[in-house]
């Protein structure tokens, strides 16, 4: 059974977003591996430490104050602000060395469980990563041809790192991924799930009940390329 059920038609309040976007928070830096969300005044400061994406803010609500003075006060190379809120809002108040990143959207499911399915002649593998599932979809040499990763936010689960191998798309992969996954939550006691998905899933996510809750708008500091050596 896919993880899905009837989508609501109520907006979601600005609560409602604010606790999910905690939830994907924390779970993203569990997924990755980064230091423990930092809380800070509507929002968190993570640590990422990678080229082109240092440190990211994320706001769990858009304030224009709190947005403008992140903006001025940080002038660091690969630096990130993602905040629950339109593209729009951002690019209205950063300044010009701030560049706009793709939109993402804040998507929940309830989990139901049910017993995953990967077509054949495909088979899945589990692994597990401290707190983290990963699941893989073989091929029949043995081969990673999609996967994705969940991770734990208290009773929520975080879906996260979603792929499929270019010559592997469109054979239901990702979806059995997903299934997988959520199979795995609920057998762990996590019964909602949370994701921020590339315009591309978000359309994937929605054939498997997902619904969105908000945009996830994203600006950055471009760094410099490391020259070669």
Do not use: C
């Not at 707190?131 to 929520?156: C, E, K, M, N, Q």
């Not at 792929?163 to 997903?178: D, I, W």
Request: hydrophobic share 40%.
């Amino acid at each position: 059974m896919q993880p899905g059920g009837s989508r609501s038609t109520q907006e979601p309040t600005v609560s409602d977003v604010a606790s999910l976007v905690a939830s994907w928070v924390h779970g993203w830096a569990v997924s990755r591996a980064v230091p423990s969300p930092t809380s800070l005044p509507g929002g968190w400061r993570i640590q990422v430490g990678l080229p082109g994406h240092r440190v990211r803010y994320v706001l769990a609500a858009y304030d224009d104050a709190t947005v403008t003075e992140l903006g001025r006060r940080h002038t660091e190379p690969g630096t990130w602000i993602k905040a629950a809120t339109n593209p729009s809002d951002l690019h209205r108040v950063l300044p010009a060395r701030w560049a706009m990143s793709d939109t993402g959207y804040l998507m929940t499911v309830p989990f139901t469980g049910g017993d995953p399915v990967v077509p054949a002649p495909y088979s899945t593998q589990l692994e597990v990563e401290g707190d983290v599932i990963v699941a893989s979809v073989l091929d029949t040499a043995g081969r990673t041809a999609a996967r994705g990763r969940l991770a734990p936010a208290g009773r929520v689960g975080v879906i996260d790192q979603v792929e499929t191998a270019p010559t592997h798309r469109r054979r239901g992969l990702a979806s059995a991924v997903m299934r997988t996954l959520a199979h795995h939550a609920v057998r762990r006691g996590m019964h909602r799930g949370v994701l921020v998905a590339t315009d591309d899933g978000r359309e994937l996510y929605r054939t498997l009940g997902w619904t969105v809750r908000s945009p996830i708008a994203a600006a950055h500091i471009p760094e410099a390329p490391t020259p070669l050596a």
